[in-house]
Structure formats: C-alpha cells, structure tokens
C-alpha cells in the first residue's frame, strides 16, 4: 500500500500568515494527489485535485504543487475561515489513501 | 446538482453485520463514469478509505477491510450500499459516501452517519 505522511501534525498561524503543509507518499504517485479541507462536523471539502488544479469555487489563496513524492499545500494568506484540518490523498492506485492530516490552529 | 446523503442504523451489536445507504439524488447513479464510494473516521481520527464501486460495476476494497466488506449498487433505488461484518469496537467511525468521476479526487460527499458498535 501507498503510505501518505503529512506535517506538520499541528500548525499555529495567524491571520495573513503564508502557511504550507507538505505531503510525502511512500512511492511515486505522479501527481494523483488531492487536498481537501475539514471542519468540526463536517464532510471533507476537496481543494485541489491532480497535485495543483484549484476546485471550482476554492479561493485562490489556496494552491498545490509538486509531483512523484512530494507534495505541498500553501495558504498564501490565512483567512478566520481557514481554520481547519487539512488532508492529502492519493488517488494513484485503486487503494487510495489519506494523510493523517494537518490541524491549522489559530496562534 | 447531485447530492449524496448516507442512511442506516446508528448502532450494531459487535459481532454483527454494519449496513448503509447511500442515496444519489439530483442525477443517475448509473450516468458518467464514477466512483461510488464509502470513507469512514473513526471519533478524533483521520479518514480513511474503505472501498468503491465503478460505473462499470466492478469492486476496489481496503485491503485491511476486504475479506469483511461488501459494496452494491441498486441502479433502479438509485442509491449504492455497504455492508461490514464481524463488526467491532474498532469499526465505530462517521461512515461518509463520496463521488469520484474517473481520474479525479472525491468531488461530492454525504454529511456522513454516526456508527456505533456496542452491546
């Protein structure tokens, strides 16, 4: 299986911050890599897809990179509504996998 | 627009066998070429993956979960299913549905059901 290591495990950020959290896979998944955005309570909402296209409807100020191994998520300035968990997930194989995910905390 | 919402019970028997529903509404279940999908978190855990079903028909489970797990579609209910047995403690999670068109990421998710597995 294809393992996803995420970090940090914890972020603190303030408002405005430029925030990254990177992603690493355990083999080369080209760049079948998704981030999704969850809430307290709340279904995961997917951000980018395919390691850098944005989602219709995500904000800009959010963007993806990398390719094969690794992966990074950047918030290139931290709104109150980013506060959040944030995962990564393979789609390479048909045995997808997650990140054990990012908390974004306010500093 | 399509939504997804899961149903069943809130709580099984250790031991006995889990099973949901998903409902597809606002387009057929049996259109496009999607992955119909079931992900689950366990209370205060990450997400994790538990297996899909094509338009073409064919299964793809969690390994971990494989020899456990049964995942259907009801093209005339329009509505996919679940179903895990042997169930324990450890299978008690927020069970979520999910689309994922083909070569692409899980685009359109249930608000997820509340599992508990307890005598």
């Known amino acids: 299986d294809i393992q996803m290591t995420q970090s940090p495990s914890t972020l603190s950020a303030s408002v405005g911050d430029r925030v990254t959290i990177t992603c690493r896979a355990s083999?080369?998944?080209?760049?079948?890599l998704a981030w999704y955005q969850q809430k307290p309570g709340k279904a995961p909402k997917l951000l980018i897809y395919k390691a850098s296209s944005l989602e219709s409807g995500v904000p800009s100020r959010f963007s993806g990179s990398g390719s094969g191994t690794e992966f990074t998520l950047t918030i290139s300035s931290l709104q109150p509504d980013d506060f959040a968990t944030y995962y990564c997930q393979q789609y390479n194989s048909y045995t997808e996998t997650f990140g054990q995910g990012t908390k974004v905390e306010i500093k | 627009q399509v939504q997804l919402q899961e149903s069943g019970p809130g709580l099984v028997k250790p031991s006995q066998t889990l099973s949901l529903t998903c409902s597809v509404s606002?387009?057929?279940?049996?259109?496009?070429?999607?992955?119909w999908s079931w992900i689950r978190q366990p209370p205060g855990k990450g997400l994790e993956w538990i297996g899909y079903?094509?338009?073409?028909?064919?299964?793809y489970y969690n390994p971990s979960l494989k020899s456990r797990l049964t995942i259907s579609v009801d093209t005339s209910k329009n509505h996919f299913s679940l179903k895990l047995s042997s169930v324990t403690a450890a299978d008690t999670a927020v069970y979520y549905c999910?689309?994922?068109?083909?070569?692409?990421?899980?685009?359109?998710w249930g608000q997820g059901t509340m599992v508990t597995v307890s005598s």
């Open positions: 083999q080369s998944i080209s760049r079948w």
């Open positions: 079903i094509s338009y073409s028909g064919s299964t």
């Open positions: 999910a689309r994922a068109p083909e070569f692409y990421a899980f685009d359109i």
């Open positions: 606002g387009g057929s279940i049996s259109s496009g070429d999607f992955y």
